[in-house]
């Protein structure tokens, strides 16, 4: 069967993970693609330079394998039409009849799944940079077992950086750097169980994983009605605790961008959250989980900043830069900081100090604000394109920050959608699927589409895949 | 108060990541000490490359802040008798009278500590390179969310190794890698906590962490007693069990080398063990902390090898390289592995991709082992300063492997050397504070002596100061 480069390519990431020499990979996988007529005669193939990107690798091992494979025969290089797979490839007339074995897809060629920033987008030479600088300058001590806070040189930038990017009142003695946010969030679920807290509000619409890890940790989850304004955390005294026949404890909430609908909490309503908190000793867990990449005016501000004695802030580097680096950090009112170390444990729950210290220095050389600048304008001009692309087929909302938007759809419009995205192999999800199941209110039909996910040479086919597939 | 060099040196670390610029650091803490008479006149520095080696910093960094020093006046260098604090420091006569302000020491000067490798070993210049090369290399789906295993490159690497260094039968496959050994540890209780295990057996004699760890996950901790053949695994069936009631589900082990004790499990009591777990259905947990470092002999290969689907084997790059890094792995029965990952839950307990990427090409390029060796002939000689630096002022044990060793005492000698030890700043630990609440038979009076834990500047007068602090 013949595919699109852009098809092609979507598996080229697995394939090259399995092992091999990645040359060697490369140039197999291209070989057997012109062979076996995966990819067409004509077809054109991506500059080396831009693969090499796509794919994260030296451009030096893609020209080569091109070089190669042009030795060969198997493709052709010609001033001003680029690469191509040759026209008259040996063997291929003998083998074009027969059935050609196709490699199982390890995943859908195209993903607009929500959760992942464009993992093509990692600065690798200025975290290297960064790496080096920060091995050259840490102390021996930095290596041993160090503060079950994680090492003061990071939580000195991120305070500086929070404070400025974020306005957390961020104090570097409250900070505890996590392996992640989920690891954040199961420390604290612990410490509401210590606490004999038993039941904790969360958005109506959120992530599953989230709620099973509360739920795992022995806490009942309590649906809060989520609309055009976020949360409605003026429900948080009545509806939520009515429901349990007693209070909630805590509420876990997306202010700054919700998700996955997309709105903003409102002043109004993060009021409501702080004065909740401040009357029934509740505590409020922040999730700022893409707080950097906002479009259409300055940053919204954290909702710590209104009382950074009820509200635990939560961040992460994962979508800033990647969940690979598993780095997350929470500032915690002073009051609670004996708790949170006492259930973090003696050595448990930090991630490396090499990652700690480079992302130090990367706050602090100014490398960290580059890159979501950069990204910034990556995100916002697919956000644009996705936005026009879309036309009026669907209402579009949710989209004046982060790396997805909601695709609202009429009755009927989810399955439709995802079975033309199967035909397609798009991968997408439906709203319904981050729907608490107990959540009261009419569910909407909606798709949710995280434009960051694709690499920059599939964003262009994945959109038009989108378009194809809505109804 | 005057003090030594090694004293005022041991300091440094300390005062050094408190956070300014590290040569600007440097500098006034000797300006200060030279300044205060802390450091007397005459009183020769080491040498600036020692010196960076020691802290860990570039040797420019040192050699500025002596110049700087030197042109203050404050040092003298001169050929042939190296750099030492100036005779005539201006306002040394004035100040001296006055009562000096003395920082309060963060931690003891010298420390013989068990538990901590020589943290001035760390190989950051391999290692950058290594990270160099694995950052080119990485598939841009590295720095994902990824397999819960962790990453496959540093999986095979491992298996590789352990197969041929450790003796383990290593499928990449049942690797599991996590964020250092108590997470491992943490996961597995867990997981004998969902098979209903209450009771796990433990040595007399270990880590009071461990053991708090587990307790805290549920379990209950039955000592196993101790002796010059490891721990008394034919107890396993009858001791344990009879004291709990009911049998143990469980029992946690250091075979290669005992912790603290440093005795090597017998074959006849490694056979024991798998017979009892073969036997009861029971799991073997084999902490292997300091496999690579042995002296006698070849190294006692892995328990794990005599049956892969009863023991599983965790190590960590605590010990060879640094506990900062948080990396251990552990390899899993084939049938425990479905158990493992859902304990294990989606994306929790990894550690860093980047990390996970470098140690898979330092071990690849052969710098793990080059490393390994290095620093087992430099902990290999230190081993024998220390033999021959007690002589018989106590019975010197449990040193054919690893960074410790055990000196037994008569009665009332623990108490006495720790008095004395503390009027030198020294760190010791004695073997007591290592004992099971409930372990049987008598208690030994012993010291266990981590001589891997000083930099290699201190190590020769912090052996000065134990031989001075024995009865």
Sequence with gaps: ???????????????????????????????????????????????????????GIARNTVAEAYAELVAEGRLTARQGSGTRVAERVPERRAVAAAPVRRP?????????????????????????????????????EAFGYGDPRGRVELREALAGYLARARGVYADPERIVLCAGF????????????????????VEGYGLDVHRDLLTGAGLRTRPLEVDAEGARTQDLASTAGAAAGHGV??????????????????????????????????????????????????????????????????????????????????????????????????????????????????????????????????????????????????????????????????????RAALRAAAWQDLGLQPLSSFRHPEAAGAAREALVVGFGTPSQSAWAPTLAALVAALP
Tied chains: 1, 2.
């Excluded at 990979?25 to 990107?53: F, I």
């Excluded at 290297?128 to 300058?137: E, H, N, S």
């Design 1 to 55: 069967m013949t595919e699109s480069w852009a098809t092609f390519g979507a598996d080229l990431h697995v394939e090259l993970s399995a092992g091999r020499g990645l040359r060697a990979g490369l140039t197999e996988a291209l070989r057997e693609a012109a062979r076996s007529g995966r990819l067409a005669p004509g077809t054109r193939l991506p500059s080396s330079r831009s693969l090499a990107a796509d794919l």
């Design 104 to 140: 199982v897809r390890a995943k859908t060629s195209y993903s607009l799944m929500p959760g992942s920033p464009d993992l093509g987008g990692f600065p690798r030479a200025a975290w290297l940079a960064a790496a080096r600088r920060a091995l050259a300058d840490a102390p021996n």
């Design 182 to 201: 989920a690891q954040g969030m199961l420390l604290m679920a612990k410490l509401l169980r210590a606490r004999r807290v038993r039941d904790i509000a």
């Design 249 to 414: 404890g805590a509420v876990l909430l997306t202010p700054a961008h919700q998700f996955p609908t997309g709105a903003a909490l409102t002043p109004v309503r993060r009021a409501a959250a702080v004065d909740w908190a401040r009357s029934t000793g509740g505590l409020v867990l922040e999730d700022d989980y893409d707080g950097e990449f906002r479009y259409d005016r300055q940053p919204v501000g954290a909702l710590q900043g209104l009382d950074p004695d009820r509200v635990v802030y939560m961040g992460t580097a994962s979508k800033s830069l990647a969940p690979g680096l598993r780095m997350g950090w929470m500032v915690v009112p002073a009051g609670l900081m004996d708790e949170v170390l006492g259930a973090k444990g003696r050595d448990a729950w930090t991630s490396g100090v090499l990652d700690q210290l480079t992302l130090a220095e990367f706050i602090r050389s100014g490398a960290y604000d580059r890159h979501v600048r950069g990204m910034r304008l990556r995100y916002r001009r697919r956000r644009d394109e996705l936005v026009a692309a879309v036309g009026d087929r669907a209402g579009v909302s949710g989209i004046a920050a982060g790396l997805h938007a909601v695709l609202d759809l009429g009755p009927g419009g989810e």
